[in-house]
Nanobody
Framework: QAQLVESGGGLVQAGGSLRLSCVVSGRSISTTALGWFQQAPGKEREFVSAISWSPGRTYYTDSVKGRFTISRDNAKKTVYLEMNSLKPEDTGLYYC?????????????????WGQGTQVTVSS
């Protein structure tokens, strides 16, 4: 059974940085699209970023473009989200997601596996 385990969340001041990691097990990462969602307090889970399995095209929601970078290391079975210039509105629970096709993640319509989430809190 596929599993995603996130780490790297924490408390940071506005303008700071964090790097989230998500380790994939029980699934071939080389043919899996991966991504990240944010669930802010009192809101629904929303798409943040995704990366296709080949050739590694990346996708971002407008609010994080230029600040966040998604990458993957297939040898380590890990996807990363580098978060820079963090803002208080970036606060939330960040979930890792896996799917056969990246469009399933980008549109939030066909995610096969979810992680348990890691908390990111940005103070002003």
């Amino acid at each position: 059974q596929a599993q995603l385990v996130e780490s790297g969340g924490g408390l940071v001041q506005a303008g700071g940085s964090l790097r989230l990691s998500c380790v994939v097990s029980g699934r071939s990462i080389s043919t899996t699209a991966l991504g990240w969602f944010q669930q802010a307090p009192g809101k629904e889970r929303e798409f943040v970023s995704a990366i296709s399995w080949s050739p590694g095209r990346t996708y971002y929601t407008d609010s994080v473009k230029g600040r966040f970078t998604i990458s993957r290391d297939n040898a380590k079975k890990t996807v990363y989200l580098e978060m820079n210039s963090l803002k208080p509105e970036d606060t939330g629970l960040y979930y890792c997601a896996a799917a056969d096709q990246v469009r399933g993640i980008v549109h939030g319509t066909k995610v096969d596996v979810w992680g348990q989430g890691t908390q990111v809190t940005v103070s002003s």
